[in-house]
């Protein structure tokens, strides 16, 4: 009998050790492999970052505006700017005419960079005494700013696409227009500027995030859920406005398809109606944070979650949306993906991670 239950005690003991060293099932389900790369350390933390080539920008609170060249072994911080004394919390670039934009909650500013994405472009005069003023640089706006688009209109028009907290004229229109300065008694040379003009169009409620898509354009408004609108020159009209679960604070286009990030309540997934002028509700997906902003690689929801770091989100199947794996990267503000890397701006920095198929 004792021989039995000896034998018995083994078979447990075996049981048991074999069942701890089976894998996570969480791992077993996930499609995508995630490899960290580096830390780039921006002091102030990094509120928002953009992309284009090897070039990185940054918003660093703080710290102000930097770039980061990428191109190398490790990213190197070539440039730093600060515009104020105020946190620097949002980044845009237009690449093709070279501007640059960045807002604090006062204003925003805007700057022309040099052909190499490097710096500033300076202005000089014949004596070499570089020229600043409104037309090669300043600042526009008002406060509460929340989110920001630049686009290329055509070769000598720029759109700045601005929302803000402000329900009246909550989402403005930037229009810089290419102009040459001609020599006159102040400057002694001729030099080229982009003149900003703007209007301001009434939304009807608080605006936390936008995204656009040719004409289409989608409101985060809080509260009172999304809005999706149609730009027709400079009027915005409605096309459908719909209630989502907890604050709406981004939107993202993906596909034939809207997602909404809804802080506490997780993203939903609405699709687009037919020539894309309404929204139905198919889907939502919780997480453990509390989601932030939205960027897409692939069929990949990449969430920024605050304090509780990076979700991926299976999208392969819209109407059932799965999470796929969670990122331990800090308190993680936005997201961007470039190369199948993404770049989080996080309170460390920027981290970089390389995304991949398994």
């Given at each position: ?30 499609s995508?492999?995630?490899?960290y ?59 093709e ?37 409104a ?15 630049a686009?290329?209109?055509?070769d ?45 169009t ?6 936390l ?9 989608a ?42 990030a ?55 199947d ?9 990122i ?31």
């Amino acid at each position: 009998m004792k021989r039995f239950i000896t034998a018995l005690s083994v078979l447990l003991l075996l049981a048991t050790l074999m069942s701890c060293l089976k894998p996570d099932p969480i791992e077993d389900d996930t499609s995508i492999e995630i490899t960290y790369l580096d830390l780039m350390e921006t002091i102030g933390f990094a509120r928002d970052v953009v992309v284009h080539e090897s070039k990185v920008f940054v918003a660093a609170s703080q710290a102000g505006n930097q770039i980061w060249d990428v191109s190398g072994d490790e990213p190197v911080k070539v440039f730093q700017h600060n515009f104020t004394s105020k946190p620097a919390l949002r980044v845009a670039v237009e690449p093709e005419s070279r501007l640059f934009f960045t807002f604090d909650r006062a204003q925003i500013y805007f700057k022309l960079l040099n052909q190499e994405f490097t710096a500033f472009d300076p202005v000089y005069d014949i004596h070499g005494v570089q020229i600043e003023t409104a037309e090669n640089s300043g600042l526009i706006g008002s406060g509460s700013n929340e989110d920001m688009i630049a686009r290329q209109l055509n070769d000598s028009l720029v759109a700045l696409y601005v929302i803000d907290r402000t329900s009246d004229d909550g989402f403005k229109q930037y229009y810089f227009n290419h102009q040459t300065h001609e020599p006159d008694m102040i400057y002694d040379q001729e030099f080229q500027y982009w003149e900003p003009n703007n209007v301001g169009t009434s939304t009807g409620g608080i605006n936390l995030g936008m995204d656009m898509r040719d004409s289409l354009v989608a409101i985060a408004h809080d509260e009172l859920g999304l809005g999706l609108y149609r730009l027709d020159v400079v009027e915005l009209d409605t096309l459908s406005v719909i209630d989502t679960p907890g604050e709406t604070m981004e939107v993202q286009f993906y596909k034939n398809y809207l997602l909404s990030a809804n802080n506490m309540a997780g993203m939903s997934v609405f699709a687009l109606g037919e020539d894309n002028n309404s929204l139905t509700h198919l889907a939502d997906i919780e997480v453990s944070g509390w989601v932030k902003q939205i960027s897409i690689w692939n069929d990949i929801a990449i969430l920024s979650c605050g304090e509780n770091g990076i979700f991926l989100v299976d999208l392969s199947d819209p109407e059932y949306p799965r999470v796929d794996q969670a990122i331990d990267a800090g308190y993680t503000y936005r997201t961007v993906v470039a190369n199948d890397i993404i770049y989080a701006a996080t309170r460390e920095g920027v981290k970089r991670y390389q995304i991949a198929d398994r």
